[in-house]
């Protein structure tokens, strides 16, 4: 891994992450949109969609929706604290759900990865609809590291 990039450069960290976004096939297919990746923490938008939902009488968003749009966003945190441009798996996923994310709503998800180690990255992720302060769930992570360049 010998890439020379510099991430802490906001227009370096937006082409990355933009890249990143359109490289993965689902998150196309769910339209998970990439909102902003300029700072440590990153911020994905999954719009609201009457097929999310796991209880259409209720108007509750299935929950492995807001599983995937998690893992997602909290990979791009990884990818971007990450020195070069390494492969990672996610390892584990946990989520925690506080509250049930409700029909109408867009999904918001600011993903920020806290530890890094040789072989490992720890990242957390909040899930939330309209304010941040009231979660819909919470995630936290573990991924591996490959060692592996994604340009080989």
Not at 82 to 100: F, N, V, Y
Request: hydrophobic content about 45%; some cysteine; aromatic content about 6%.
């Amino acid at each position: 891994m010998n890439e020379t990039i510099d991430k802490r450069d906001p227009a370096v960290r937006a082409e990355i992450a933009r890249r990143f976004a359109e490289a993965i096939p689902h998150n196309h297919a769910i339209g998970l949109v990439l909102e902003d990746a300029s700072t440590d923490t990153v911020r994905m938008r999954l719009g609201y969609r009457e097929v999310f939902l796991g209880d259409i009488e209720s108007g509750l968003w299935h929950t492995g929706i807001t599983f995937t749009a998690a893992d997602s966003a909290c990979g791009l945190a990884v990818f971007l604290k990450l020195p070069g441009l390494e492969a990672i798996a996610t390892l584990d996923l946990r989520m925690d759900h506080h509250r049930p994310a409700v029909a109408d709503k867009d999904l918001i998800i600011e993903a920020y990865c806290h530890h890094v180690t040789q072989r490992m990255a720890f990242v957390t992720a909040d899930l939330y609809q309209d304010a941040r302060e009231r979660c819909v769930a919470r995630a936290t992570a573990t991924f591996t590291r490959t060692g592996r360049s994604v340009l080989s």
